[in-house]
């Protein structure tokens, strides 16, 4: 029999020749940018697989990077894998340099990280883009101060960007007291500590007034009243299953036609993170403070129900201490981060948005784990090919949840 | 004499829980952190491996029932296109039946009953059969989600398992 199926179900999308790839690009339109990287990944993958690079060839390329950014030949010290992340590879050193002034006699030691792409990501993005919204918030959000990108690969193996270290930790160094749940638990005194500048940077991030988009030229600049920004987006993550799929899911053709249906339009343009949420942001342990929120690939410009709705994604949620409250990203419930969200901002909280988004949301998380994680491991693309293999195991949780709350919105 | 697949990943998992991980305790992180996902996916297979046969099976009854359902109720309407769906339900249940099937033949005939499946409904003509094709798929999804759920629920991503069906599929603990 066996031949006839097996060749009706050929993974074409393991190595795709252009007429695959231009027919995706032309069903599934997406921000200028985006289509870019995407197609980029695309005709990447038919080739070598990922083979990480020494940390001295990549200090070597860092350093000659940097040295043609700033116009004069700089050192670098103490260089040094940074684990933590799945989809990007991170190199942290000190740059011995002249300071941002560049006065010829300074001589200044700036602890710096440089974030490069592999060939295949759970989060295929552009670094151009990063650069830019870091740019943008900075003074406004903390987040690791930008110095250089080189988007199109030109000194580094790969895409990449060098940024400041940021101080702070991730989780908490303690053993938290006994929860269940995959999202991060920071404990009841860290967390009052936390909830209150979780929302309220999240309030002042959505607020960045449309004046300063102009910042963000890798960036589609959406209008209010129309929900062609919001299609693109879904036609982002449809892309992505279109892309990096193993197998099919009727469940998922259904979601995103009524994603596409459904869509509303904006009523405000915001600055969305897209993966705002405990475990990307770090923090100073004793004080509380949030000092840096990190992982802005998924940045877009749309509708802030999104980042809302994505802290209360289930893979983020824990069970808190009585053993009955569900803590959204380790923070609060969603009745009461919307509250405080609503009271932060002067934009309001929509039931029907939040009631879209979720399911916009967890199509997407569907999509990375599914699609993007299991394909990015299958073609030997990354360093955390084993990573990748494992999370792509959370999928069907992932499915199943969507399915749930799809049949609710449907019903 | 030839070593099962069982007790090649019994020993390789042992020698890396009990001697390679303590000889790493100093290592970077990312290294440790890499050799407990080596062992997870290790663990797995070992959990599953005499599993597979059974799941690959209820899986491809799962889909040919779905492919049936779905092919019955846009017989009338949409003949060409259910044509190639009906034919991939009689290979599939040509499989099912055989003795001499392997794992790869079931995984082959689901994938091809879940594209055709899904392609149908990205080709639905109207409103009326876009909701029947909704009913049908939704109602049905479920379980086999559940199924896979299952099947994955050696990584250890489940908050309670025992919320999970058995299956007959799965071996008698």
């Not at chain 1, 942001?281 to 802030?304: K, P």
């Not at chain 1, 784990?369 to 992932?398: C, F, K, M, P």
């Not at chain 2, 896979?148 to 603990?173: S, Y």
Request: aromatic share 8%; glycine share 6%; hydrophobic share 45%.
């Amino acid at each position: 029999m066996i031949g006839a199926t097996r060749a009706g179900v050929a993974d074409v999308r393991r190595q795709p020749d252009n007429a695959l790839i231009d027919a995706i690009r032309e069903k599934f339109p997406v921000e200028r940018e985006i289509d870019k990287i995407l197609t980029r990944k695309m005709h990447r993958r038919a080739g070598l697989s990922f083979q990480l690079p020494s940390l001295h060839d990549l200090v070597t390329a860092t350093t000659v990077l940097i040295s043609a950014r700033a116009g004069y030949p700089v050192t670098l010290e103490r260089a040094r894998w940074l684990s933590g992340g799945a989809s990007k590879l991170q190199v942290a050193f000190d740059l011995r340099w002249r300071g941002p002034e560049g006065g010829s006699d300074a001589v200044v030691l700036t602890p710096m990280v440089m974030r490069m792409e592999t060939a295949a990501s759970v989060t295929e993005s552009s670094r151009r883009r990063e650069f830019e919204v870091l740019q943008l918030v900075d003074g406004i959000i903390p987040a690791p101060q930008t110095y250089w990108v080189d988007a199109d690969a030109e000194f580094l193996p790969y895409p990449g960007l060098i940024y400041g270290f940021a101080s702070g930790v991730a989780k908490p160094s303690g053993d938290s007291a006994k929860v269940t749940g995959l999202g991060q638990n920071y404990g009841p005194e860290l967390r009052a500590k936390l909830v209150p500048q979780f929302v309220e940077m999240l309030a002042t991030l959505h607020q960045i007034h449309s004046s300063q988009f102009a910042a963000l030229p890798s960036f589609d600049v959406p209008e209010v009243g129309s929900n062609a920004s919001i299609i693109k987006q879904v036609n982002n993550a449809r892309r992505i299953w279109e892309e990096d799929r193993i197998e099919e899911e009727p469940v998922m053709e259904l979601v995103y036609h009524w994603l596409v249906a459904n869509a509303p339009p904006l009523d405000h343009v915001s600055v969305v993170h897209g993966d705002y949420r405990s475990g990307n942001f770090l923090f100073d342990e004793t004080s509380g403070v949030i000092t840096a929120w990190l992982d802005w690939e998924g940045a877009v410009l749309g509708d802030r129900h999104q980042d809302l709705t994505y802290v209360t994604m289930p893979i983020f949620r824990h069970i808190a201490e009585d053993g009955q409250t569900i803590l959204m990203s380790g923070m609060g419930t969603a009745d009461e981060l919307f509250a405080r969200y609503a009271a932060a901002s002067r934009l309001g909280v929509c039931p029907e948005r939040l009631r879209y988004f979720g399911i916009f949301n967890r199509y997407l998380v569907t999509v990375l784990l599914l699609a993007a994680s299991a394909r990015a491991a299958q073609v030997a693309g990354t360093h955390q090919d084993v990573l990748l293999n494992h999370v792509a195991g959370l999928g069907y949780i992932a499915l199943d949840d969507l399915l749930d709350n799809f049949r609710k919105a449907v019903a | 004499m030839i070593q099962s697949f069982e007790t090649q990943l019994q020993v390789s998992l042992r020698a890396l829980g009990e001697i390679v991980a303590p000889a790493l305790a100093g290592a970077d992180k990312h290294v440790i952190e890499q050799l407990h996902l080596v062992m997870a996916a290790l663990g797995f297979m070992q959990a599953r491996l005499r599993s597979e046969v059974g799941f690959q099976q209820a899986e491809l009854e799962a889909y040919l029932a779905l492919a049936e359902e779905v092919a019955a109720n846009f017989r009338k309407h949409r003949a060409s296109d259910c044509a190639k769906l009906i034919e991939a339900v009689s290979a599939g249940r040509v499989v099912l039946a055989s003795a001499t099937s392997q794992v790869g033949d079931y995984q082959h005939s689901t994938r091809h009953l879940r594209q055709l499946v899904a392609a149908l409904a990205s080709d639905s003509s109207s409103e009326a059969e876009a909701a029947d094709y909704q009913v049908i798929v939704l109602a049905r999804s479920g379980a086999m989600i559940g199924d896979a759920r299952l099947w994955c629920l050696p990584l250890g991503f489940e908050l309670d398992p025992t919320a999970l069906p058995r299956r007959d599929w799965l071996p008698v603990a």
